[in-house]
Antibody, heavy 119, light 110 residues
């Protein structure tokens, strides 16, 4: 059974750094793109980017390029999303997603990690 | 402003049929990229509902169906049930952005 298990909720202050994680299981981690989707409170879904753990090829949405960093550690089947300097506007739910091979959809989703940035 | 356009809300009575549209352009749906649909029940993560325009993952009832035309796609739900009340999102690919979503449609079962 494919599972994406994300790290727990975070409360941070503006200017702090943060790295959240997503552990994949039940499939060959290195063979599929894994990425992140943001959902701000009461809003829609926004694609942030994804990484191919097999060779660390990474793609970002232009809206998020330079704002976050996506990485992966294939030795422990885990992907990461990190911020160097958090802003209040980064407050949102972040979902980890696995991309299907052929259809370019996201066939499995993590449970979500709520990030709250507040002074 | 989402790249793909969906109506903000639709509604229908139990047993009725509703459709949700998803309109793109020549860079995404019109370029031949597939459209996928997700259902997000209140307080939960989205779930894949329809993939590659018309296909249902295992476990999705056949009350849900998808279609695609030149620059748009539609999700149809027949025999509407109270448990269908959720937000629905379309998603496609785009030659410049890689992944694009619609703004989402809130379905209310009256």
């Amino acid at each position: 059974e494919v599972q994406l298990v994300q790290s727990g909720a975070e409360v941070k202050k503006p200017g702090e750094s943060l790295k959240i994680s997503c552990k994949g299981s039940g499939y060959i981690f290195t063979n599929y793109w894994i990425g992140w989707v943001r959902q701000m409170s009461g809003q829609g879904l926004e694609w942030i980017g994804f990484i191919f753990p097999g060779d660390s090829d990474t793609r970002y949405s232009p809206s998020f390029q330079g704002q976050v960093t996506i990485s992966a550690d294939k030795s422990i089947n885990t992907a990461y999303l990190q911020w160097g300097t958090l802003k209040a506007s980064d407050t949102a739910m972040y979902y980890c997603v696995k991309r299907s091979l052929a259809a370019r959809n996201f066939d499995y989703w993590g449970q979500g990690t709520l990030v709250t940035v507040s002074s | 402003q989402s790249v793909l356009t969906q109506p903000p809300s639709v509604s229908g009575a139990p047993g009725q049929r509703v459709t949700i549209s998803c309109t793109g352009n020549s860079s995404n749906i019109g370029a031949g990229y597939d459209v996928h649909w997700y259902q997000q029940l209140p307080g939960t993560a989205p779930k894949l509902l329809i993939y590659a325009n018309t296909n249902r993952p295992s476990g999705v009832p056949d009350r849900f169906s998808g279609s695609k035309s030149v620059t748009s796609a539609s999700l149809a739900i027949t025999g509407l049930q109270a448990e269908d009340e959720a937000d629905y999102y379309c998603q496609s690919s785009d030659s410049s952005l890689s992944v694009v979503f619609g703004g989402g449609t809130e379905l209310t079962v009256l």
